[in-house]
């Protein structure tokens, strides 16, 4: 069995490293964060995902994965660092490039590089080019160029859903994009190894621009629902029942809006290709904008209801990015929370199931408390649903009625089909 060198031990590089160890694979995990590897070495994920602990601990306990922080020779190496965006909307590709010159003293003639970074198009001949520079004994491939290349580099992007990550990880398709055919065809004898999907190879600039693709299309699609929802506040109507009735057309599928996108992926990769494009990238920039305003349009609702209180008690139900997950990066609704409190003259509790403790960042510089469902119910004078994990939906709304509500996740929005809604 192959040695494979994972770069990156977070949210993508995790799951993969415990899957690949499952499969037999001789895993190796580098990370800089200490904790994290400390962590992972005595079977404990440094975050939530159903089913991760038994497969890591059964990982750590058979010795197929074991975490260090520094890399190790292997024949494969994945790099899974977070790829953000600087000021000005600018890629930031620092980790990738950290991750490179991590890596560069234990390659040998037979190593394929996997970048599975959501990478602006041309990151991966990045990485071609800089270990290439830093191991001129070995001999890397040119994009599209046909040679005797020791090192193989390709690009195939993660497409797992928080929550869902283990299952993913097997069944979703793959897209597998080489520097060179062979680049494809090496990354492409790992990944069959384990993936249930199908795996469709091309060149590594098209895989690159494939993911971001995904992601645009998707934020576009939630800008129209958010759009929707800010403009049937001004007109008087329940956008979910509007949007629900609509969706009745046969080729009518709209999403649903919140207050706004989160994640590393949506809220990131569409500036990716506005930042390549920018006179041509006009309808992508724009659901951007449309998205980052929505956190801001929620805000300034809640502090409209605000002034109506002499002392104001704001309960926030939910902060992470979506619906079930416990992580809050670039999360809208934590945004919302984090301008509540810096607005001051607020009282503002947070309830979320999913999360344990509140960022350091926040409680430090506000009134700010975590408490349950009823205590956030019996103390408010106003009510913001922000986020629709499944246990807010078990609520009984009719207790927050007395209550001034603002309902960002359409949990108290009736079905459409009601009485009175004829069905023809």
């Not at 000021?87 to 037979?110: H, M, N, R, T």
Request: charged fraction near 25%; charge should be negative; aromatic fraction near 8%.
């Amino acid at each position: 069995m192959s040695t494979i060198c994972v770069v990156g031990l977070g949210y993508i590089g995790l799951p993969t490293a415990a899957m690949l160890a499952s499969r037999g694979f001789d895993v190796i995990g580098y990370d800089v964060n200490e904790r994290a590897v400390e962590s992972i070495n005595a079977g404990k994920p440094h975050f939530y995902e159903p089913d991760l602990q038994m497969l890591l601990s059964a990982a750590v306990s058979t010795g197929r994965l074991r975490a260090y922080t520094r890399p190790s020779e292997a024949d494969y190496f994945i790099i899974a660092v977070p790829t953000p965006f600087r000021d000005g909307k600018k890629p930031d590709l620092s980790y990738v490039e950290a991750a490179c010159d991590a890596i560069a003293p234990y390659l040998q003639a037979g190593s394929t590089i996997i970048l599975e970074s959501t990478s602006p198009v041309g990151t991966t001949e990045m990485v071609a080019s800089r270990l290439a520079d830093a191991r001129p004994d070995l001999i890397f491939p040119r994009y599209k160029e046909a040679s005797d290349a020791q090192i193989a580099v390709a690009h195939c992007p993660e497409r797992i859903l928080p929550g869902q990550m283990l299952r993913e990880l097997v069944s979703n398709d793959r897209i597998i994009g080489g520097i060179t055919e062979n680049c494809s065809q090496r990354a492409c004898a790992l990944y069959e190894s384990f993936v249930t999907g199908r795996i469709f190879t091309t060149d590594a600039r098209t895989a690159e621009f494939v993911k971001l693709i995904e992601n645009a299309y998707r934020d576009v699609n939630i800008a129209f629902a958010n759009e929707l929802s800010m403009i049937c506040d001004r007109i008087g109507v329940d956008v979910w029942r509007a949007i629900e009735l609509a969706n009745k057309h046969p080729r009518v599928s709209i999403l649903q809006p919140g207050t706004g996108v989160g994640g590393h992926c949506i809220a990131v990769d569409p500036w990716f290709i506005v930042d390549a494009a920018p006179d041509d990238a006009r309808l992508i920039k724009t659901a951007r904008e449309v998205n980052e305003r929505k956190p801001d349009y929620v805000f300034q609702r809640v502090i409209s209801l605000a002034d109506r209180f002499k002392n104001p008690v704001v309960s926030c139900y939910g902060i992470t990015y979506k619906p079930d997950v416990d992580d809050l990066r670039e999360s809208p609704s934590l945004e919302i929370v984090r301008r509540l409190i810096q607005h001051g003259g607020i009282r503002v509790l947070v309830c979320d199931p999913l999360v344990k403790h509140l960022p350091s960042e926040l409680t430090s510089h506000g009134d700010l408390h975590l408490v349950d469902a009823d205590t956030a119910r019996q103390e408010a004078d106003i009510v913001a649903f922000l986020v629709g994990h499944k246990p807010f939906k078990r609520l009984e709304f009719n207790r927050y009625l007395h209550k001034v509500v603002v309902d960002a996740a359409g949990l108290m929005s009736k079905p459409a089909d009601l009485p009175g809604v004829s069905a023809r």
